[in-house]
């Protein structure tokens, strides 16, 4: 069963919004993402902060196991990198923001690139221990450089403007009118990831894009047929790492203060993994909505795990947390393998169907 209409040239195939549904869709996205900050509480406009960070390092997951299909566990090195590079160069050159996050990126890339070349002649588990390897060494290089990282101090993370000694946490005021920090984040990170999302699905449609799936699906095939395995893959790393690191930079930003070990640990890695197959792993989509569901399901499991007698008892809300998404992971793993892009997919056919049923 199709889930879109019936195309007859690549141009009607290769349309982001090929219908009018599509753009009611984008225009009533965008209009809760602007009515979103006015009504919602300072607590829920941080998660949302969160969620856009999120989707961010899940698209940068994304582009390297959905699309390459190259298994990584050390997700979290790159998110490290990216954050510590806007906080080193915050408090020892006045960076501003807007500059520090693509030089993050940028430096996230480079170790990226670094570690390419291992995915060559390894795959599957062992590529995932080589990156749980890169996990632990970027952490043992932050602690040893304990005099510009804080070590296990940790460090602050400044977020100037550019202009003097001025920093973006202070509000903005329109007469009676106050925009606070975390809703000027709000619109700054908002617009980073819807950015980051077009940039993917824009990747995903290209040739580079095709050759990364042509990679996952066989990559001896691949060769057959005149894609570089090792040029794609390497690239694979490359992008998937700068999106790591700007993901890291906004998380440094929002956090203000950072240490190494939490939150850039395998957990952090496990976590990305987990927004990626609860989302559908291969596209954009699937990190979009894991990300998403990711950010929102824990405080609600939070809220949910402290009426459950056995783990309001025993365990701390964080650990509840985990472990009710744990579970709803699992859960979808048996019953809808491709995550919350099955269930868009089941209501795309329903809706492509009606009035009958198949």
Known sequence: MPTKKLVTSYEQDLKLFPDMWHKV??????AFLLVFPMV????WVTIANLTATSIVGAIGLMILTGFAGQISL???????????TVAVLGNEFQVPWWLGMPLAGMA???????????????????LAIVTIGLLFLVAHVLHSFGDITGGVSGIAVPMYTGLGDATFDAPWEF??????????????????????????KNIQRSDLGRAMIAVRDHDLAAAVLGVNPARTKIIAFALSSFFAGVAGAMFAYQQQ??????????????QYIAMIVLGGIGTTFGAVA?????????????????????LSENLTSAQQSTVLFAVVVCLFLIYEPLGLLGFWLRIKRYFSAWPFKY
């Open 74 to 84: 050390g997700h979290a090195a790159f998110l490290a990198v990216g954050a510590y």
């Open 257 to 270: 203060y950072i240490t190494i070990e939490p939150p850039f640990d395998l957990n952090m890695s496990v």
């Open 40 to 43: 919602a509480s300072a607590k």
């Open 290 to 310: 894991g990300a998403i569901g990711f950010t929102v399901i824990s405080p609600l499991a939070e809220s949910v795990g402290r009426h459950i007698p056995f």
């Open 108 to 126: 996230a890339a480079l170790v990226g690139l670094a570690i390419g070349p291992f995915a060559l002649r390894l795959r599957g588990l062992y």
């Open 175 to 200: 007469g009676d009118y106050e925009i606070p920090f975390e809703k000027k984040l709000y619109l700054v990170y908002v617009t980073i990831a819807v950015g980051a999302a077009l940039v993917s």
């Open 25 to 30: 869709g984008l225009i009533a996205a965008l």
